[in-house]
């Protein structure tokens, strides 16, 4: 596959995530507009559905990651998440050369599709649902956000290296594993940082937020550093434990 | 090993090849031999064509059912 294809391939696939997971918690964002919360760690999400709407948002992920794997993962990988991408490359499974191409392309195809869901939902869904960006919940500090990001994204290396890296793996059941994994992490780590996992998720909604005078930049750093050193450290222990 | 199509036909003719689906042998005028292009990579790795393909041998009758697909 050519370069050129790869990256629309990419660019594709992390607009669909954006636009059917961060959109998700847009929706339900929107639809609890008025309902009252429990308490101020409750920001929305939750109020009408308890954990059962962050299972929502976790199974709108699930799906949507498990649809762009199965449909794009032969074209480019479908990595989807830059985090993923940087941890092949430094696992020296994946060219430096097609580092930097991978993540523009992913950074470009999340604000797409930031922006395709506010064309569709209108701007409430950046006043009332913010995008759906990511920031820590209330009480949650900036080294509890970056530790449970790490932690999340850790997972989901793992699962990706014991799924699909390695050769040993069942073949066929990468997309579903990896998206319920996603879902999974969701339920839990949703309501401390949003669970990005994902530098590209985080990055397209805090565009188009932007866009709206709603500025949560200060918190990007958490979205960075804690999914790369979290996919990092999981694809270099999976080496370990996992070799000769 | 002899034809078998050539032997319904009251032919004898010798075998040059099997046929990798039905495993009937088969002589020069009714073998088929293709070379299958073949890829590697899935998730997460892009797929790629192979730069050797790998040749196939069918039967005219099994290649016939292939190609109506």
Redesign the interface.
């Known amino acids: ?1 050519t370069l050129v294809k ?1 990256f629309l391939a990419e660019l594709v696939g992390t607009a669909l995530l954006v636009f059917f997971g961060a959109g998700s918690a847009v929706i339900t964002l929107m639809i609890a507009r008025n309902a009252a919360r429990p308490n101020e760690f409750n920001i929305g999400i939750g109020a009408l559905g308890g954990i059962g709407d962050w299972l929502g948002i976790g199974m709108a992920f699930a799906l949507i990651i498990a649809a762009v ?1 199965y449909s794009l ?7 989807i998440n830059p985090a ?1 991408t940087i941890a ?1 490359w430094a696992t020296k ?2 060219p430096a050369s097609d580092v930097g191409p991978y993540i523009m392309a992913q950074l470009t195809g999340a604000t797409i599709g930031s922006a395709l869901f506010l064309i569709c939902v209108g701007s409430d869904a950046a006043f009332v649902g913010g995008m759906g960006a990511t920031a820590p919940f209330p009480g949650i500090s900036y080294g509890q956000a970056i530790l449970a990001e790490a932690i999340g994204t850790f997972v989901l290396m793992l699962v ?1 290296m014991g799924i ?2 390695d050769e040993r793996a069942p ?1 066929g059941f ?2 579903l594993v990896i998206g319920l994994t996603v879902g999974g992490i969701i339920v839990t780590i949703g309501n401390i940082t949003g669970s990005s996992l994902n530098p590209a998720r985080t990055f397209g909604p805090y565009v188009v937020d932007s866009m709206y005078g709603i500025n949560l930049w200060q918190f990007f750093p958490i979205y960075v550093i804690g999914p790369i050193a979290g996919a990092v450290g999981a694809a270099l222990l999976y080496d370990y434990l996992a070799g000769e | 090993m002899k034809c078998y199509i050539c032997a319904e036909q009251g032919r004898d003719r010798e075998a040059v090849a099997i046929c990798i689906v039905c495993g009937m042998g088969v002589c020069m005028e009714h073998l088929v031999r293709k070379d299958v292009e073949l890829w590697r990579g899935d998730y997460p790795f892009p797929a790629r064509k192979l730069k050797k393909a790998i040749p196939r041998i069918l039967c005219v009758i099994c290649n016939e059912a292939y190609e109506e697909g």
């Open positions: 596959m790869r794997i993962g032969r074209v480019s990988g479908a990595h993923v092949l499974r994946f990706i699909a890296v073949p990468a997309g």
